[in-house]
């Protein structure tokens, strides 16, 4: 189970670059969204009235910073980074989970979270002034794009913490539904209101397979993947379940070379750097009594 969604979660990556050769960023990540709350909308529509307003109100930024911003993020981060960077640059969720914890949610962070995040921040910045060519210039090869990706990352684990610290009363799944549910609506009045999706989809060569690789990245790569991992938690302990953050970037690299990307000397350190980080720091924090 944990190899199959380190699999799908690590194969999204390469999904996005192939939808952007039709779609532009905003097309994808609004369609990911509408594909991904489509799929567990039957779930969560019976669980919004068992919930009180407080609950829906964390949920609400439950779906915007756990799956509304980062698909935007990650599909524009991608117009400009490969799809294997921004795999790799993406690890540095679970540090940015005990990062987050330890500012907003009186979580204590220890010296080898501290130490393993600094390595790992190390490592983005190699790849982010590394850039796609591989070429360290700090005043031309910066790739603000990459930043984005960490961004993303930010916004995961803010949410993880949201739901571990303030709602932790309620089901994963339906956590997940009703936060889809809740950005359903501004997604769908984007993509089909504000953009060219639909014309698209009916004129421009190649639109159906670009909106197949999306609507596969929305129901399993977020949908049945969040479940699949929930699952996954309540059979084996949690670092076990945490492995799958240094399987992904390797799936994310694999697809990416496939496809025909190169990687350099830097990248290769870049990428050494913030496994090696998220290695060293990805060690359960105590709540500070």
């Not at 097309?27 to 407080?54: D, H, S, Y």
């Not at 294997?84 to 009186?106: D, K, Y």
């Not at 993509?191 to 999306?214: D, H, M």
Request: proline share 4%; net charge positive; glycine share 10%.
């Amino acid at each position: 189970m944990l190899l199959l969604l380190a699999l799908v979660w690590g194969s999204s990556f390469i999904l996005i670059k192939k939808a952007l050769v039709v779609f532009s960023p905003g097309e994808v990540g609004a369609f990911r969204i509408v594909t991904a709350a489509l799929v567990l909308l039957p779930l969560g529509i019976p669980k919004v009235k068992q919930l009180n307003k407080r609950q829906l109100g964390y949920l609400l930024s439950i779906g915007f910073l756990g799956s509304f911003i980062p698909a935007f993020l990650f599909a524009i981060a991608q117009t400009q980074l490969s799809s294997s960077l921004a795999g790799v640059i993406n690890a540095l969720t679970p540090l940015m989970v005990g990062l987050i914890g330890a500012l907003l949610f009186n979580v204590k962070i220890s010296k080898r979270n501290g130490i393993g995040l600094v390595i790992a921040l190390l490592g983005v910045c190699l790849l982010v002034l590394a850039g796609n060519s591989g070429e360290i210039d700090v005043f031309s090869g910066f790739n603000l794009y990459g930043l984005l990706i960490v961004l993303a990352s930010i916004c995961y684990g803010f949410n993880v913490n949201v739901i571990k610290y303030k709602i932790k009363e309620i089901q994963p799944t339906t956590i997940t539904a009703i936060s889809l549910m809740m950005v359903l609506p501004i997604a769908a009045i984007y993509l089909f209101g504000f953009t060219q999706f639909s014309f698209k989809l009916v004129y421009v060569e190649g639109a159906y397979q670009a909106a197949a690789y999306i609507t596969f990245l929305g129901t399993i790569g977020t949908a049945a993947a969040l479940v699949l991992f929930n699952s996954i938690v309540k059979l084996v302990t949690p670092v076990f379940a945490s492995s799958v953050t240094y399987i992904i970037p390797l799936v994310a690299i694999f697809w990416g070379v496939l496809d025909g990307e190169a990687l350099f000397p830097f990248h290769y350190l870049g990428i050494f750097a913030v496994v090696i980080g998220v290695w060293i720091g990805n060690r359960k924090a105590k709540p500070a009594e």
